[in-house]
């Protein structure tokens, strides 16, 4: 199911830049981040503990939300997102703190081990929609698919400087954006 939601979430964003013939058709307005724990954002597992015992686990998790205006005449719609990639590349301040924090790069999906997701919607000709980039860091409860989550003041640390990355839009193997994500909200 989590693998599900995080391919939908890139076909998605893909077809948000697919779907418009021109770069300027398209403008990421707004890049926020939040440390949260919302299950309704990042979901959970159960897992069983003695015999007959279930424990729920919400993990905690560095959540992206991003903006985005369509410039164009046409709807931007999910059908087209299976040639759209999009991957968050963060600078080396970020990474060190993340690294030194959690133990791996959350940020190379295809090698963390804790997970990530992501949502996107529809959005309308000349309207504006969101989608969502999240990346676990752990959970309060111990577990064998997430780590502990670090201390209350490393989570502050990676929160503060979540945006000093850049988002990277490819299509069909190709470059087609990049965004400074610290650039974006001023």
Not at 141 to 170: F, H, M, R
Request: proline share 3%.
């Amino acid at each position: 199911m989590k693998k599900y939601v995080g391919c939908l979430f890139i076909i998605l964003l893909l077809f948000i830049v697919s779907a418009c013939s021109k770069p300027e058709d398209i403008k990421l307005t707004k890049a926020d981040v939040m440390i949260t724990e919302n299950k309704d954002l990042v979901g959970s597992t159960t897992t069983t503990i003695g015999k007959h015992k279930n424990q729920t686990i919400v993990p905690t998790a560095l959540y992206y939300t991003f903006t985005v205006k369509n410039n164009s005449n046409k709807s931007i719609f999910r059908s087209q997102l299976n040639k759209v990639k999009m991957r968050i590349e963060p600078d080396q301040d970020l990474l060190s703190v993340v690294e030194e924090t959690i133990g791996s790069n959350i940020y190379n999906v295809n090698k963390s081990k804790i997970g990530w997701g992501q949502g996107v919607e529809e959005i309308a000709a000349k309207g504006t929609g969101e989608f969502n980039l999240y990346y676990k860091l752990g959970a309060k409860q111990k577990s064998d698919e997430l780590p502990l989550i670090p201390k209350k003041e490393e989570l502050k640390n990676i929160e503060n400087l979540a945006l000093k990355a850049t988002l990277i839009v490819s299509k069909d193997g190709k470059e087609i954006a990049r965004f400074k994500l610290d650039r974006i909200n001023k």
